[in-house]
Nanobody, 124 residues
Framework: QVQLVESGGGSVQAGGSLRLSCSASGFTFGSYAMGWFRQAPGKEREFVGTIDWSGTATQYGFSVKDRFTISRENAINTLYLQMDRLKPEETAVYYC?????????????????WGQGTQVTVSS
């Protein structure tokens, strides 16, 4: 049974940092791309970033580039999202997702398994 469990969410002031984690089980984590998405109330799901199976290639959404960093530790089946200089408009539920192949994309349909999400609240 595939499980993706996000953690590390919480409340932070604008300009602050948070590090999200996603613990994976039930599949060969090191063989698949992983992604982060977020969804704010009343808004569509937004691509945050993706990392390939090896951890050597990443791609970010335009609004988070240069502030967020995705990484992974295949040995412990864990994905990370380091978020720096957070903005109030980035308040959302953040989801990790497992890709369909070794390299991921920016569209949710390219991911086959999703976590339950973790809330991130950024206050001004």
């Amino acid at each position: 049974q595939v499980q993706l469990v996000e953690s590390g969410g919480g409340s932070v002031q604008a300009g602050g940092s948070l590090r999200l984690s996603c613990s994976a089980s039930g599949f060969t984590f090191g063989s698949y791309a992983m992604g982060w998405f977020r969804q704010a109330p009343g808004k569509e799901r937004e691509f945050v970033g993706t990392i390939d199976w090896s951890g050597t290639a990443t791609q970010y959404g335009f609004s988070v580039k240069d502030r967020f960093t995705i990484s992974r530790e295949n040995a412990i089946n864990t994905l990370y999202l380091q978020m720096d200089r957070l903005k109030p408009e980035e308040t959302a539920v953040y989801y990790c997702a497992a890709g369909l192949a070794g390299e991921g994309g920016i569209v949710g349909g390219e991911y086959k398994h999703w976590g339950q999400g973790t809330q991130v609240t950024v206050s001004s």
